[in-house]
C-alpha cells in the first residue's frame, strides 16, 4: 500500500526570454527566443512525485489571471487533481522572469512569489483535513512561513511525517526547522542553516551532525553531480549521482525531492529513497525546463 503525501507548496510560471547578453541596469535588450513553462519548487516536486506514481495531493494558491489559468490547464494534461489548488483574491499567480546569455548561459531571475507567499489561515483550514489524512507531508521555503509553520504543526500533531526541503536558503530559527522529521538541503542550503560550509562529504557529514544534534533524525544533503550525503543516527554515507550528460540542472533538487519522497511512501528506507531520488533526477538533467523535464515511472524503472 503507497502511503499518501500531501505537498503544500508553490506554483510560479517561469517566463524565460534568451538573448546575445543579459540587460544592463536602464538598458533595453532584443531577446530570441521566449517560453513559459510551469513551475515553483512545490508545484515541481510534486510533478515529479506524480509521474513516478506517487498518491499525492497538490496544494497550492494561483491567482486570477491567465498564468493560472495556465497552471490550471497544465494539472489537467497531467492528470493532477486540483481539489487542493486555491485562488488568492488580491495576489497574482507567482511568476519569474528568466533572462538567459545565450552566449555565457548566465541567467538573471527575478520571481514575484504573489498568490503563493499568501496563504491565510482560512486556507490553512481548508487545506487540514487533507493534511491530517495524509501519511507524508512535503514542504519547502517558498511560501508565507507563517502558513509553512502552521501546516507542520497540524502534521506534526496527527502524527504526519514531515519531509521540508528548506528551498531556497533562507535563515531560520532552529526550533522551526526541528519540525522537521527529515531535512533535504542541497549545499548551500544546508550551509545557511548549520553555518558549516559545505565543499566536500566531510563537512556534509558535520552539516548532517549539526542537524542531528538539534533534534533530526535524518538527514539527506544534495551535492549535485555528485549526488548526496544521507545520514541517519546509525549510518552515514554519500551515495553517488548517476553518471550523465546533464543539459539542464535546473530543478534537479524539485526532480530529487519528488522521487525521495515517491521511495520513502513506497516503504524505502532512507538510503534507497536516495537512490531512488538520485535516478529522477539523473533523467530529469538530460531534459531541458523543470515540470516538462520530469520523467515517467516507466522511464525510471529501465534505470533502476
Ligand atoms: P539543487 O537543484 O537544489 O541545487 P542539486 O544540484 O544538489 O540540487 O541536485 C539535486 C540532485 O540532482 C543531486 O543530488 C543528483 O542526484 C542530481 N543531479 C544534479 N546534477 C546532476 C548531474 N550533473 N548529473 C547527475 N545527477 C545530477
Given at each position: 500500500m503507497k502511503k499518501k503525501i500531501v505537498m503544500f507548496g508553490s506554483y510560479v510560471a517561469d517566463l524565460t526570454g534568451t538573448a546575445e547578453h543579459l540587460p544592463r541596469a536602464g538598458e533595453t535588450v532584443f531577446g530570441e527566443l521566449f517560453k513559459i513553462g510551469p513551475g515553483g519548487k512545490g508545484s515541481n516536486q510534486a510533478v515529479a512525485a506524480h509521474r513516478a506514481g506517487a498518491d499525492i495531493i497538490l496544494a497550492t494558491k494561483l491567482g486570477k489571471d491567465v498564468f493560472g489559468d495556465l497552471a490550471r490547464d497544465f494539472y489537467t494534461q497531467e492528470d493532477i487533481?486540483?481539489?487542493?489548488v486555491l485562488t488568492d483574491d488580491e495576489k497574482g499567480t507567482g511568476i519569474a522572469l528568466i533572462c538567459v546569455?545565450?552566449?555565457?548561459?548566465q541567467n538573471q531571475i527575478l520571481v514575484v512569489p504573489g498568490a503563493c507567499t499568501n496563504f491565510t489561515d482560512a486556507d490553512i483550514e481548508t487545506l487540514r483535513p487533507a493534511i491530517e489524512a495524509a501519511d507524508i507531508l512535503l514542504v519547502q521555503f517558498e511560501v508565507n512561513m507563517d502558513a509553512l509553520e502552521r501546516v507542520m504543526d497540524i502534521a506534526r500533531t496527527a502524527g504526519v511525517m514531515v519531509v521540508l526541503?528548506?528551498?531556497?536558503a533562507r535563515k531560520v530559527s532552529r526550533e522551526f526547522i526541528c519540525k522537521a522529521d527529515i531535512v533535504t538541503p542541497n549545499e548551500v542550503e544546508a550551509a545557511a542553516l548549520t553555518g558549516v560550509s559545505v565543499g566536500d562529504a566531510a563537512d556534509a557529514e558535520k552539516a548532517a551532525a549539526v542537524f542531528h544534534e538539534w533534534g533530526i533524525p535524518q538527514v539527506v544533503i544534495t551535492m549535485g553531480r555528485r549526488g548526496v550525503f544521507a545520514s541517519t543516527p546509525d549510518e552515514s554515507r554519500m551515495v553517488r549521482a548517476r553518471a550523465v550528460e546533464a543539459?539542464?540542472?535546473?530543478g534537479a533538487g524539485d526532480a530529487f525531492n519528488g522521487g525521495f519522497v515517491t521511495a520513502l511512501s513506497e516503504g524505502k528506507d532512507l538510503f534507497e529513497a536516495v537512490e531512488f531520488g538520485n535516478a529522477l533526477a539523473s533523467l530529469a538533467v538530460q531534459?531541458?525546463?523543470?515540470a516538462p523535464s520530469m520523467p515517467m515511472r516507466s522511464e525510471i524503472e529501465k534505470i533502476l
Open positions: 487533481a486540483a481539489d487542493y546569455d545565450q552566449v555565457s548561459k526541503n528548506p528551498a531556497p543539459v539542464d540542472t535546473t531534459k531541458f525546463g523543470t
